[in-house]
T-cell receptor, first 116, second 115 residues
């Protein structure tokens, strides 16, 4: 299995531009999570999906952030317009089942975003 | 806010020594997990301990859980330079609704093992 796949791995953009991060979860996993990691705030859960349906988006910082999961094998996190404070590493993770006894999450390599 | 708080924030030891990291949390949990993150990479799951378990072993890892004190510890025995990484505890709340299956991570402990 290829694991969770994220693209791009690095993104440098200018303030005001739209940024789209992509994630392909592990095949057969029903839950998908988007996290943001910064030195100041640590690892924050932004939003998670179960069976392609958003369950909790309370971690999404503001309306500039949106996430979709059109099918079981693909999700996007979009920032529009981007701001320098959005600079962070964004991780996608997937889990076999939400709330299962083994709630292990499998993380992708992350997308390192720099907004100038 | 982060549910789990790790202690210490940073730990530096020599190869062969044991490393102990602690995690405290605030609310009732379903289980607690430990993850490892190498610099510049994603998190990797190490071990999960359920709320009705007190101790669990996996190779050189030993995890304890004290639900009365809302704390957990991760012990790495006979450490190696390759164990150098950040270690995070993560909790799943014992609650329903939108918290179900949701992991909350602590700030992490940076472990450096010198060869």
């Amino acid at each position: 299995d290829a694991g969770v796949i994220q693209s791009p791995r690095h993104e440098v953009t200018e303030m005001g531009q739209e940024v789209t991060l992509r994630c392909k979860p592990i095949s057969g996993h029903n839950s998908l999570f988007w996290y943001r990691q910064t030195m100041m705030r640590g690892l924050e859960l932004l939003i998670y999906f179960n069976n392609n349906v958003p369950i909790d988006d309370s971690g999404m910082p503001e309306d500039r952030f949106s996430a979709k999961m059109p099918n079981a094998s693909f999700s996007t996190l979009k920032i529009q317009p981007s701001e320098p404070r959005d600079s962070a590493v964004y991780f996608c993770a997937s889990s076999p089942r939400l709330g299962a006894p083994q709630e292990t999450q499998y993380f992708g390599p992350g997308t390192r975003l720099l907004v100038l | 806010s982060q549910q789990g708080e790790e202690d210490p924030q940073a730990l530096s030891i020599q190869e062969g020594e044991n490393a102990t990291m602690n995690c405290s949390y605030k609310t009732s949990i379903n289980n607690l997990q430990w993850y490892r993150q190498n610099s510049g990479r994603g998190l990797v799951h190490l071990i999960l301990i359920r709320s009705n378990e007190r101790e669990k072993h996996s190779g050189r890892l030993r995890v304890t859980l004290d639900t009365s004190k809302k704390s957990s510890s991760l012990l790495i025995t006979a450490s190696r330079a390759a164990d150098t990484a950040s270690y995070f505890c993560a909790t799943t709340p014992n609650a329903g609704g939108t918290s179900y299956g949701k992991l909350t991570f602590g700030q992490g402990t940076i472990l450096t093992v010198h060869p």
